[in-house]
């Protein structure tokens, strides 16, 4: 679309432009912003033309276990009565990874309505908001009393879901049932200090994916060939922006070189 102005005019720091439009319409551009979005002439180096990276994301906290001691969390009372408080636990949500909510009452009804705080409930095979126990009905193991392994959900997904929440219920009177939470990001930043051969690998190698707990159902991640474990933003490149790992939906790896098997 080309949008023609009549004519403009400097106003507080701002480019005022009138257009010839039916009503007339208004727009105002920030000096500054034309400047960083100018094309012609290119003020600023793009990093679409690979000139210069991208700003760079606001700046993650990376934990290990230690942060058992003091978890990013907030109150129930609090999000559900004050946007600030949704503002801040989104926060940390993007700076660590998580955050737990304490004091949710231990119904779907409750927990539902923290979730439709942050966002709509994206839709997958087991539903939107749903309960679940160790009773086989999907062909998943989570819907069995083995213990899961660390992994991300999903991976079968073209996009897996990029949030996901759980009522953690107590477990007082039995064993098992532990909550495992690891930071891929702090074990990938690990791996390419110490085998950066390793990290190339895994950022490099195509890992094809499919869910086929059940029989009427097949899942399967496009491209078909796969995608890697640890994914980086295409334009900086050095930025890890998702760990893609679910051993339990990987499918043959068959488009892997030979050579490369068994440092894979």
Not at 82 to 103: H, M, N, P, R, S
Not at 138 to 144: E, K, L, R
Not at 146 to 173: I, K, R, W
Request: glycine share 6%.
């Amino acid at each position: 679309m080309y949008v023609h102005q009549n004519h403009c005019k400097h106003y507080h720091g701002l480019k005022y432009c009138e257009g010839p439009t039916s009503p007339p319409h208004i727009s105002l551009y920030p000096w500054q912003w034309l400047q960083r979005n100018s094309y012609d002439p290119q003020l600023e180096p793009s990093p679409i033309v690979g000139t210069q990276p991208p700003p760079a994301p606001e700046e993650k906290i990376l934990w290990s276990a230690g942060i058992v001691k003091d978890p990013p969390t907030v109150q129930y009372e609090d999000i559900m009565s004050d946007e600030l408080a949704v503002y801040k636990w989104l926060k940390k949500i993007d700076q660590f990874g998580f955050c737990f909510v304490t004091g949710v009452p231990p119904t779907t009804k409750d927990t539902e309505e923290v979730i439709r705080r942050i966002s709509f409930i994206r839709h997958t095979q087991y539903g939107g908001f749903w309960d679940f126990t160790s009773d086989l009905a999907h062909g998943d193991t989570a819907y069995t009393n083995l213990g899961l392994p660390a992994h991300t959900d999903n991976s079968y997904f073209t996009d897996p879901c990029g949030l996901q929440v759980f009522h953690l219920l107590s477990h007082e009177q039995g064993t098992g049932g532990q909550t495992l939470l690891v930071d891929g990001f702090y074990a990938a930043s690990i791996l390419k200090e110490l085998y950066p051969d390793s990290y190339r690998l895994l950022s490099t190698v195509l890992v094809p994916t499919h869910s086929a707990g059940d029989e009427e159902f097949l899942y399967r991640a496009r491209p078909l060939s796969g995608h890697p474990i640890l994914q980086h933003d295409p334009i900086n490149k050095d930025s890890l922006i998702q760990v893609r790992y679910g051993n339990d939906h990987r499918s043959a790896m068959r488009n892997l070189d030979p050579s490369n098997m068994m440092a894979w």
